[in-house]
């Protein structure tokens, strides 16, 4: 059985084969790693580990150098990684391994776990070591700390300090800028002061020189004036009294000397009467005292009525039986003598509310006016108006004078035209041209007229009844003339009737709107804002309506432009020689219309 564990043990791979405590006993291992078994109680020693009774053989045998050493129970040796190998070879024989086999492994084990150890003690630091480590690292540690502490203190009380002095100029610097401001301040004010009082001064001297001036100035004016009166006198005095061979008073004739070609062409048939008087009794008197026997046209303006005042009855019954016509055109009253059998009374200017037309027609008087020379410059001042009140400007426009840019607080924004509805109350001349102005604008026109007009008249805009009219508009434009019946057409009900913010436009006549209801909406904000070119008891003006700032006010000033006045001139002396030559007239009102 010996040589079968014998070459058991030496096919196994030398790294295998385990430092195990096993040796001869009385040769170290260090000193002969290979000795021989030299007695047969050392073999038994080595054999008594087997499972079964060996057999013992005399024949010689080869005797191998690992075979030589005895495998004995571990010696207990003085260290703390003792390892008893027997007891574990018996573990693995009881395990069914054989000896050879369990020994082999217990080799390999061994010097696995000697290599181990032995590792392990290498890489080990000493307790005394460590401790002597772990000492150094604290005391570094304590230096290191007692360093940083007494450097951060230091710099901290640096910091301070200087953070202190800085404190201290920042505040010394600031007291003395603050006594510099206050001295400043004062002298300042002291200045101010000063220049204050000599400004006011000055102002106060130039504010007598102001009125000294304008003294010397409205002096020379009247002068002026009744210089250019005694011109105007003279001159017109040499173009129509003298060609007639009668006397002419002339007073106020500068809107004649506008159609100065159309007056001239009458001259040779017309006789011009200018009256003295200045007030209606005046005139009903001289009227009575013969002065205008044998008239047959009267030449009249609107200014007429502060002098004659309205064309009624009585006024009519105090004018000479000859007076078959009148001419009205913006001047102080004058009076035509026709030379003719024709008889003539035209009305220049396209509103003839002065003129009682039933009175004129139950005494054959027949009236004309001059619709369509007035519509432009209206529609112009209807439309600048419209665009005023809808932007809320009339506000800003007296604040910009005052020299207070748009006022404070400012006024409230404004609308644009564009996709507003305007509402036009009479589309005669003056409407119709209103609207297709205001079509420019993108506003849609409604309208509301004693009769529907034709399609070629009517156009884009939308016939509408009264009170429809009234309720959609965001814009009312009043274009209607002024009779009993059309009297307060606009009053209180109808404000009631219309949007909340709606904006109102007249150029019509005041009278045909209530002003005291207007101002009544005004306020209410049921009427946002206004614009007004005429006023019921001109030139008087209702107080409501100069002391809102949402009304834009303009005294009567629909036809003030060169053009129109010659327009209108001409028109009216076109009605006149029509009349005198073919005994009808160019633009008869249509009241009597039946009478042409």
Known sequence: MAAPCV??????????????????????????????????????????????????????????????????????????HHFDTLKFVKRLQGEGFTEEQSVAMMKVLNDAIEESIQNLTRTMVLREDAAK?????????????????????????????????????????????????????????????????????????????IKETEAKIE???????????????????????????????????????????????????????????????????????????GIEAIYRTNKTYSTAGMFDAELLDNLPKTLKFICHNGTDPSIIRITNSTSLLTIVGAGYDQIHVPECTSRGIRVSNTPTAVDDATADITIFLLIGALRNLSSSIFTLRDGTWRGSPAPLLGHDPQGKVLGILGMGGIGRNVARKARAFGMIVKYYNRSRLAPELEGEAEYVDFETLLKESDVLSLNLPLNPKT???????????????????????????????????????????????VFENEPEIHPGLVSNKNVLLVPHMGTWTVETERAMAAWAFDNIRLALTEGKLKSIVPEQNDLQ
């Not at 073999?43 to 045998?61: C, D, I, K, N, Y």
């Not at 500068?254 to 209606?280: C, G, H, N, Y």
Request: proline share 4%.
């Open 133 to 209: 480590a772990t000492y150094t690292q604290k005391v570094d540690f304590a230096k290191l700390r007692s360093e940083i502490l007494s450097a951060d203190s230091t710099e901290f009380n640096t910091t301070r300090n200087t953070h202190e002095r800085v404190t201290n100029d920042i505040a010394k610097l600031s007291n003395r800028l603050r006594d510099e401001i206050s001295r400043t301040q004062a002298s300042v004010r002291l200045d101010l002061s000063l220049e204050k009082g000599r400004i006011r001064e000055e102002a106060v001297g130039q504010e007598l020189k």
């Open 219 to 293: 002096q020379e004016v009247a002068a002026l004036r009744e210089k250019l009166e005694q011109v105007k006198f003279q001159s017109l005095q040499w173009l129509m009294g003298v060609c007639t061979g009668f006397a002419a008073l002339l007073l106020g004739a500068w809107r004649l000397l506008m159609a100065q070609e159309e007056f001239d062409s009458l001259s040779e048939i017309v006789e011009v009467i200018w009256p003295k008087s200045t007030d209606r009794a005046g005139f009903l008197e001289e009227s009575k005292s013969g002065a205008f026997d």
């Open 487 to 533: 009297r307060h057409t606009i009053a209180k009900p109808q404000f009631d009737m219309m949007k909340h913010g709606v904006v109102i436009v007249n150029t019509a006549r005041g009278a045909v709107m209530d002003e005291a209801a207007l101002v009544d909406a005004l306020e209410s904000g049921q009427v946002a804002s206004a614009g007004l070119d």
């Open 7 to 80: 070459t058991a043990a030496e096919m196994l791979p030398r790294f295998l084969l385990p430092r195990l405590s096993w040796a001869p006993h009385s040769v170290s291992q260090a000193a002969r790693p290979f000795a021989s078994i030299p007695s047969a109680d050392k073999r038994r020693s080595f054999t008594s580990f087997q499972a079964g009774p060996v057999l013992q053989r005399q024949s010689p045998r080869i005797v191998s150098p690992v075979t030589k050493r005895a495998f004995h129970a571990t010696a207990l040796r003085q260290r703390d």
